[in-house]
């Protein structure tokens, strides 16, 4: 398995699902352990996954 750079791994994290991120905060012990798994998930499936380079010949489409 690779190391990810500070970078990637800060990116991962902010494209997690928005409740796993915020549920580490609350009291809710079940709530915590479950947001910590699903983080967990993210980085791992980013880490399983390789990383696209895109094609520098492709235009952007904006969304």
Do not use: K
Request: no cysteine.
């Amino acid at each position: 398995m690779m190391t990810p750079d500070p970078s990637s791994l800060a990116q991962t994290l902010l494209h997690a699902p928005g409740w796993a991120r915020m549920g580490l905060t609350p009291p809710n012990q079940r709530l915590r352990e479950q947001a910590v798994t699903e983080l967990a998930e993210t980085i791992i499936d980013a880490l399983a996954r390789p990383q696209s380079v895109p094609d520098a010949r492709q235009m952007p489409l904006p969304l």
